[in-house]
T-cell receptor
Framework: EAGVAQSPRYKIIEKRQSVAFWCNPI?????LYWYQQILGQGPKLLIQ????????DSQLPKDRFSAERLKGVDSTLKIQPAKLEDSAVYLC????????????FGNGTRLTVT | GIQVEQSPPDLILQEGANSTLRCNFS?????LQWFHQNPWGQLINLFY???GTKQNGRLSATTVATERYSLLYISSSQTTDSGVYFC???????????FGTGTSLTVIP
């Protein structure tokens, strides 16, 4: 089966600019996650969707980050305006369901904010 | 939230050596996964192991949920095993996965 697809692979922007990341989960997976991984740390959950509804966005900095999964399939994560501390790898993952289902990760987008 | 601690934080092995990585967690969990993050940053599923023991080639994992720990065994290590190993747990009271801080493994020829 095809894995989780993410784009772009790399992105370099200046602070205060905006950026968007795209994710297409594994076909049939109802749950989609966006994680932020800062260098040297484990991934941190930003937002979790079940179909097109938000399950958990408690750690999403909502003043600058937004995410949507309008048709319950692919998803977009946006940062506007970006800060230096947003430099990280943004990982998308999906699972068949939100319980008792393993996570499958995409290759991630490495964001550098200068 | 749940605390997930991994040890050791760093490990250097000679090729062919064996190793054991540990993951301790502070609360009861529904699920636990082990991942390998390769030098290119890709997170690869190793085991989905809420309890019991599983083996896949040179790797095996054991989770003792009642004692809140999991172990990952790597035998006859190879240079391609280098990278960071993460465990992630899903709390029994919620469906968010929490990641540990990882074990960075370097296998030298």
């Amino acid at each position: 089966e095809a894995g989780v697809a993410q784009s772009p692979r790399y992105k370099i922007i200046e602070k205060r600019q905006s950026v968007a990341f795209w994710c297409n989960p594994i076909s049939g997976h109802a749950t989609l996650y966006w994680y932020q991984q800062i260098l040297g740390q484990g991934p941190k959950l930003l937002i979790q969707f079940q179909n097109n509804g938000v399950v958990d966005d408690s750690q999403l900095p909502k003043d600058r980050f937004s995410a949507e999964r309008l048709k319950g399939v692919d998803s977009t994560l946006k940062i506007q305006p970006a800060k230096l501390e947003d430099s990280a790898v943004y990982l998308c993952a999906s699972s068949f369901n939100s319980y008792n289902s393993p996570l499958h990760f995409g290759n991630g987008t490495r964001l550098t904010v200068t | 939230g749940i605390q997930v601690e991994q040890s050791p934080p760093d490990l250097i092995l000679q090729e062919g050596a064996n190793s054991t990585l540990r993951c301790n967690f502070s609360d009861s969990v529904n699920n636990l996964q082990w991942f390998h993050q390769n030098p290119w940053g890709q997170l690869i599923n190793l085991f989905y192991i809420p309890s019991g023991t599983k083996q896949n080639g040179r790797l095996s994992a054991t989770t003792v949920a009642t004692e809140r720990y999991s172990l990952l065994y790597i035998s006859s290590s190879q240079t391609t095993d280098s990278g960071v190993y993460f465990c992630a747990v899903e709390r029994s009271t919620g469906n968010q996965f929490y990641f540990g801080t990882g074990t960075s493994l370097t296998v030298i020829p």
